[in-house]
């Protein structure tokens, strides 16, 4: 079930939005597709494994008012000139970096109350995991033709860490006669019950070291190119550039960044 819940994460980070591109899905409307191909997402912590990605799936449905997205459950409930306000759920995408992953899957701030003594860094298999789970809140868009503007502000409605966080969003197209390349700049905003529970040590993890971990903001840069073939099938090219902040001063850390790389061929079923 984990393996199935990662994989809508990464469809929903990887995947384009209906809503936020171009390629807008009518009312009632099932859009299945699949990008298979070579790439990998780094993983950050110590010990921790890299994920391939050999086929990423997408998917979305969009009613009336209810839409599904690549991960997203949603409600939008104003939707006037080129501003949309939807009410939305997902999964915190946090958990990622702990998941175990295997290709076979899929086929294919606040520094330490004590600082360690005679190691710098904690595996992840020392610890207790993290639990999934379950975001709610506020997203609103703004599309102006070939720009996009995008804000999440989401509440942990699972009770599992309590937290919040914000994404904001801002990405602008070029369209070629050969294709479409996109720029999108991130900045996620971390609440410190949220980055605390994810990345902090606490006593009953038994490794002899507590880390209280402060709220972060994390940059991104994303750079992507698709290019169609023909009504089914196009090639995508994307990397991904995740700046993890105050988060590498955690001890579970061994690099203070991750990048996600992927090309392919896409197809629309």
């Not at 720029?183 to 209280?212: C, M, P, T, W």
Request: aromatic share 14%; glycine share 8%.
């Amino acid at each position: 079930m984990k393996h199935l819940i990662y994989i809508a994460i990464v469809c929903f980070s990887l995947c384009s939005n209906a809503r936020q591109t171009n390629e807008l899905i009518n009312p009632g409307q099932l859009r299945l597709g699949i990008a298979f191909g070579m790439g990998t997402i780094t993983n950050p912590l110590h010990d921790g494994d890299n994920f391939p990605l050999v086929l990423i799936p997408d998917i979305a449905y969009y009613g009336e008012r209810f839409y599904f997205d690549n991960g997203q459950l949603g409600f939008t409930f104003l939707e006037k000139n080129r501003h949309v306000v939807s009410v939305v759920s997902e999964f915190n995408p946090e958990n990622r970096f702990f998941v175990t992953w295997h290709p076979a899957n899929v086929f294919i701030n606040r520094n330490a109350f004590t600082e360690p003594a005679s190691r710098d860094r904690i595996s992840i298999s020392e610890i207790n995991r993290p639990d999934w789970a379950l975001d709610g809140g506020v997203n609103y868009q703004y599309i102006a033709e070939s720009w996009r503007f995008s804000a999440d502000v989401l509440h942990d409605i699972s009770g599992v860490h309590s937290g919040h966080r914000v994404a904001l969003s801002l990405a602008k197209g070029w369209y070629f006669d050969s294709g479409v390349l996109s720029v999108r700049l991130g900045l996620d905003y971390l609440s410190h019950k949220l980055a605390d529970y994810y990345y902090g040590i606490q006593a009953d993890d038994n490794v002899d070291l507590i880390f209280e971990q402060d709220a972060a903001f994390l940059p991104a840069l994303e750079l992507s190119w698709q290019m169609p073939i023909n009504e089914r099938f196009g090639l995508l090219a994307k990397i991904k550039y995740h700046n993890l902040g105050s988060l590498s001063d955690s001890p579970l850390f061994s690099s203070d960044e991750s990048v996600t790389i992927f090309t392919g061929v896409t197809h629309v079923f």
